[in-house]
């Protein structure tokens, strides 16, 4: 029988006996803290993970939509372009509910992602795309580069072709039509009379129709995503800004064809249609290309997910050999054999349960499997966030994504032959897709305002006829009551307040993803920080050596053959002090670690040539080189010296006063990494290596503590890494050993007692980021981490969080400042529409003049 699952998380619980007090396990200590501290808070565990899986209820309201997929369903993440409010995420899944062989969807206008469950023998990903992007919209898969750039080009085509054919129309009304309504000065009595007859014309006719096709251009292929989104919105009977915008510009363009059809000298007015469209969509494309500039910051992340392995084919035996080199082993690798027989690359697809993998050093395991040879530290932080190398020998579980730092190991594939990473993955885009977008503020207002300017129009239409005017007066009054509701003021009030914080954001470097962090964020109660990478550098450093100069110099030596992290720190370390970096010459080797079970594989001297680098180091030879479970040891220039932990001195007979025993024992209780170093028999001395506090991170956790906000540190390390933490006064709650599953679980639980911020780095946070009501990543993190969050610090500040705060709580007040002019405006301009003291023209007048107030107040920096 197989073991239960995690009460927290769901991970699986083989092998391990972690069990509460009421008899529940789990599948680490982190899961049992996490669900001992927060077990009491009023949330339905199971509904909050349905809702986690399956984004929502279903559409009848009465549960979770994933409650019936079958077993052999499969799930697409696509990637879905112009979905950009409430009412599309709920088209979009019923359109690909009722398509055949889909099960169930969910939608995120937040993340511009659609999750769909589907059997892959009924329909492909293709058709799924293709069944998405009938409606309008453009969907593609998430990995898909070439559909981005795609749609990227269709966006920029819509737009050019707006402005151009735009002005096209614009030119005429400025040049032949505008001077026969207003007599301009420019033009004589002799010049205005001809075109006035001109107009009368047949030839006016023709000019009309000219007009006419140009604007549809503009009207059906430039403003197609505003019409689908005004469809959107009618089919889901949720009135938005895109119907106000949409009403607007098609009853001009009505008004105006049905004008030059049927009447003599008509008023047209295809310039209002034009303007409308285009000015719109100016706007929103300023917000996207800001968008695009933010992201473009984070160019540089390094994306962890591979897509071949290298596989033993033709029996070639899964046996690392000591000594031998291989002509693909990265550079830094140990001197340990990359493995024997014949390989080939595959794809990850393509792989088989039982098929054997050969991974060298510096590459990333493919995917989960079990070491059947070789013997290396592998470094699992991306994935569990542990932050020092593990040691993996034969039998050991070999996590996929995770890093050989030294050595090599021959992989066994896994009975499902997938990765770690990978589901780390899909669990980001599982909550990125259940993530529904709270409806934007103008759209809320929409709701009331659009049914509310269509009765006053009909009204106003109405009562004109039965006072005995004629239609076409009649018909006028009711589009002047549509154009001058001020639709571009109420549509650009919202983009461009969101591109304005996010111009302002990235002269902080501070990347916004999400636009409607504007709108979610208000007070946050809880701050959950990641310690690796978040709360700290990341990066080894030597926090204190207690041994003589003379010592330090022999140990560095040795350790500079070394890729661990401990080995490199007490290397730079040496090598800053000196003035210069060290180098023996030699490929690197394993570092020495006293709390044991983190020394790579042995790799010998290179010869007794290796020298150190200037200075007083150029006498250092580095003759012999050891590796040990717990240490290194050698010969440096003539002394016997070692480095590890103290059992390694004692298995070998030297002496370890008791001094350095407890000093060992007090740095691993702090969460540090201890190394005793020795000579010729005996122990002389300490150093400690740790992750370095990121500066600044106290004064950042205490302001938020004195503002109210609880703190709370997650982090994947050992509980003892975490004490630093959890002893200081600002801190509320420190839960260590805890998997990225569990993070993501831990925040669903704090979500519930109120809005909760995640501030994280590492691929190992996606999932808690993308759970988070708002997710933070640090610039330095993963691309994951990047992908996952709603905002990206570029250059590490931790300080500048706080600023992030500051930044949406002033969009937000400009949001509702742009909004409560263009209110304003129509309390003026919409009795005066109905009166008839305005007509068409005019309303579109005063229409652009509230438009450039708005976009004049938009420009104004947010903050000062």
Known sequence: MSAPDCTLCELPTDGVDVVDDEGNEFCCPGCRDVYAALGDVDVDADAVRERRQAGGEGEDGGGDPRDEVPAHHEAAFLEVDGMHCATCEAFIETVATRTAGVSAASASYVTDTVRIDHDPDDVSVDDLSEAVSGLGYSAYPRDDAFARRQADNMATARLAAGVLVGMAVMLQYIVIIYPTYFAFPFYDERTLEYLNQAMSSSSGTYFFIVIAVLTTVVLLFTGKPILRGAYVSAKTRSPNMDLLVAIAAVSAYVYSTLAVIF????SIYYDVTVAIIVIVTVGNSYEDSIKKRATELLSDLTAVQVDSARRIVDGGAAVAAEGETGPDAAAGASDAAVGAGETEEVAIDALEPGDRLLVRAGERVPVDGEAVAGDAAVDESVVTGESMPVRKTPGDDVVGGSVVADGSLTVAVG??????????????WDLQSGNHGVQKLADRLATVFVPVVLGVAVVAAAANLALGNGVTEAMLVGL????????CALGLATPLAVAAGIRDALERSIVIFDDTVFERVRDAETVVFDKTGTLTTGEMEVIRADVDDDLLRLAAALEERSAHPVGQAIAAARA??????????A???????????????????DGPDAAAGDGARETLAVERFESHARGVSGVVSGVEVVVGHPALFDERGWTVPDGIREAVTEARDVGRVP???????AAEGVVVVGDELREGWEETVTALDDAGVDVVVLTGDDERAATVFRDHDAVSSVFAGVPPEGKAETIERLKASGLTVMVG???NDAPALAAADLGVALGGGTAMAADAADVAIVDDDLGSVATVFELSRAAGRRVKGNIGWAFLYNAVAIPLAVTGLLN???AALAMGASSLLVVTNSSRALLE
Do not use: K, M
């Open 263 to 266: 009447v003599e000298s008509p």
């Open 415 to 428: 009975p499902d032959a997938s990765s770690s990473l990978d589901r780390v993955a899909e669990l980001v």
């Open 480 to 487: 002047t009551v549509l154009i001058v509701s001020c639709p």
């Open 576 to 585: 800053s002090a000196d003035g210069g970096p060290g180098d023996t010459g």
């Open 587 to 605: 490929s690197p080797a394993p570092a020495a670690v006293a709390d044991g079970g983190t020394a790579e594989s042995a790799s010998p001297a």
């Open 675 to 681: 190394v005793a170093v020795g000579r010729d028999g």
């Open 761 to 763: 780095d590492g691929t």
């Open 840 to 842: 068409p023209l005019f």
